[in-house]
């Protein structure tokens, strides 16, 4: 039975346990497993599950909290007792300024009872500091938005599940559709959510996620130098997606501004030779964490550029940050990507992406 862990919270661009299952069972080491890249966790959360010590970091908050909740959760009761506390000590929060220049957007998006549950949570949860509040986050995050016509569990009006569409085009999107926001009770949702998540107990062991940029991952793990054996990670793709577009709402609901960015001030890599350039660096703060022997599996993927690219791309870039003797074990596996969710949502035209999984000894 899959652990429900591993779907708490959709996350763009995820991989599924299985590639890490699979990863780990024909690994021969018995180290440290690291993701620097861990996005919603499901590197670290699986390692836990096949007894394996794990750690990773990311960038994105939103990534941090949802795989935090899953690398070292509360215990269920302590969950439960959290949620009962924030619905007894409910009240409408003193949260100026919560809306930014979005006030169109949130009137449809939330029914107005439902939005000031949500504006409460959002003043109250100390997701950063608190594990059981972290873990509430996060179920927060599943619920922010979704398909709300067919599941009575999303806070929202309709949006897909893996992305915040922006807030003009979600506006004219259910004006033109006469699509309303539903009555949603926050907290009898978090309920349902936390009993369904505990049906799977979580793992024994517990694993630390940090907010970090991969290329700083000795400076923030430095006593895990030397002891990291297994690295399973996916890297940003080039030009494919800009996280904080895709998850303003959820960056929001964490406590950042109500608000998307615009033009290319954002997270992606547009340039082929930066793009290479961070690759090789993001290796180097790797380095020193890395145990005698290893091995790293990099899943790569994107429509600039073809697997043959994407494979001499890599033998440049993983040895020259390492410093070490680095073997690509095979010529690469590669999957076709289909079609997305939020393609889906907004009936978009797809077109046709391959991932690479590439898997270096050192």
């Known amino acids: 039975m899959r652990h429900r862990f591993h779907s ?38 699986q390692a836990l599950l096949q007894g394996r010590s794990a ?26 007792s959290r949620i009962s506390e924030l619905r007894n000590s409910f009240h ?17 998006c939330f029914h107005p009872d439902t939005l000031v549950q949500v504006r409460y949570l959002r003043s109250v949860l100390d997701w950063r500091n608190r594990k059981d509040d972290r ?11 979704g398909e709300s016509h ?3 569990n999303y806070f929202s009006n309709r949006m897909p599940r893996t992305i915040s569409t ?26 349902r959510m936390l009993d369904y998540r505990f049906r799977t107990p979580p793992p024994a062991g517990r694993a630390e996620i940090v907010q970090a940029d991969a290329r700083r991952a000795a400076k923030v793990f430095p006593e895990l130098a030397g002891r990291v054996s297994d690295v399973i990670t996916s890297p ?6 800009n996280y904080r577009e895709d998850q303003w709402l959820r960056l929001w609901f964490l406590g950042g501004e109500a608000s998307v960015p615009s033009g290319r001030r954002d997270d992606r890599h547009y340039n082929k030779e930066n793009y290479w350039t961070f690759v090789r660096e993001s290796m180097e703060g790797l380095r020193p964490l890395l145990a005698e022997r290893a091995r790293i599996v990099i899943r790569v993927g994107g429509r600039q550029m073809d697997k043959p690219e994407l494979r001499a791309g ?49």
């Open 55 to 80: 750690a990773g970091t990311d960038v994105h908050p939103v990534a941090v909290c949802i795989s935090g909740a899953k690398a070292d959760p509360p215990t269920y009761s302590e969950a439960k």
């Open 135 to 145: 873990f509430i986050a996060t179920l927060c995050l599943w619920a922010m938005h």
């Open 236 to 241: 940003p793709y080039l030009d494919t997606t």
């Open 166 to 191: 922006k807030p003009d085009y979600s506006v004219r999107w259910w004006k033109e559709n006469g699509y309303k926001p539903p009555w949603r009770g926050a907290f009898g949702i978090l309920e």
């Open 150 to 152: 067919k599941s009575p």
């Open 314 to 362: 890599l033998l440049k870039s993983v040895p020259a940050g390492l410093r070490r003797d680095v073997r690509l074990v095979d010529d690469g596996v590669t999957t076709e990507v289909g079609r997305t969710q939020a393609n889906a949502f907004r009936g978009a035209r797809v077109s046709r992406m391959e991932e690479h999984d590439f898997c270096f000894a050192v």
């Open 92 to 108: 409408e929060p003193k949260d100026a300024g919560w809306h930014g220049s979005l006030d169109e957007f949130f009137d449809l």
């Open 8 to 45: 708490i919270c959709p996350y763009f661009a995820m991989f599924p346990e299985t590639f890490v299952e699979k990863h780990l069972a024909a690994s021969p080491h018995d180290g440290v497993v690291f993701d620097p890249f861990c996005g919603r966790g499901t590197t670290v959360f």
